[in-house]
């Protein structure tokens, strides 16, 4: 498609459309660094031969027109076989800009990805997928490797305030909730 580039890596073709070509370098050697890590914590019981679509759109703008859903920064569409998240700099207090929020949106999508294809295309159930994806997306990904993962910065705040009011769902209520209910 007129304007896009792409780069293949042994596990991922990055399809893009943002002229930030070192967020697409760290993109595309992030990916491989945190596949190995999901790989390492659940391996696949047969190879994982699949090559896997990642696509960063240049803005939330065109994310959206391509399929976006209102309040999120990136999906993972099992049917289509691709990962789509757009470039969410932002800026940040004292000057300059982050991408922090891409490698967030980018660690959790790329684990349901990745756990689609190792488990011959069964979805997990929800809370174990969601779970997952949120614990990776507190990843540091530095030099080519994990050095760590901690909460999700997006989450850990919310969750907190829901267990001060008394509002969170119990776990053994979790584990039985449909997706639908899970969502909710």
């Given at each position: 498609v007129r304007g896009w580039k792409a780069e293949d890596t042994e596990n991922f073709i990055v399809v893009h459309d943002t002229p930030d070509v070192p967020l697409v370098r760290k993109i595309v050697g992030d990916l491989e660094v945190i596949r190995k890590e999901y790989e390492k914590l659940f391996p696949s019981v047969k190879p994982v031969t699949a090559i896997s679509t990642v696509r960063i759109c240049k803005n939330r703008d065109e994310y959206m027109t391509y399929?976006?859903?209102?309040?999120?920064?990136?999906?993972?569409?099992?049917?289509?076989?691709?990962?789509?998240?757009?470039?969410?700099?932002?800026?940040?207090?004292?000057?300059?800009?982050?991408?922090?929020?891409?490698?967030?949106?980018?660690?959790?999508?790329?684990?349901?990805?990745?756990?689609?294809?190792?488990?011959?295309?069964?979805?997990?159930?929800?809370?174990?997928?969601?779970?997952?994806?949120?614990?990776?997306?507190?990843?540091?990904?530095?030099?080519?490797?994990?050095?760590?993962?901690?909460?999700?910065?997006?989450?850990?705040?919310?969750?907190?305030?829901?267990?001060?009011?008394g509002q969170s769902v119990p776990w053994k209520e979790i584990v039985l909730f449909e997706q639908p209910d899970y969502y909710r």
């Open positions: 399929g976006g859903i209102p309040g999120s920064a990136g999906y993972w569409n099992s049917e289509s076989e691709e990962l789509v998240l757009y470039d969410a700099e932002k800026a940040v207090k004292g000057g300059g800009k982050t991408d922090a929020d891409t490698f967030i949106v980018l660690y959790h999508e790329a684990f349901h990805q990745y756990i689609h294809y190792s488990t011959g295309e069964l979805p997990p159930h929800s809370w174990f997928n969601e779970g997952h994806g949120d614990f990776f997306s507190g990843a540091r990904v530095r030099d080519g490797k994990v050095r760590g993962i901690g909460p999700n910065p997006w989450r850990a705040a919310y969750i907190q305030r829901m267990v001060e009011a």
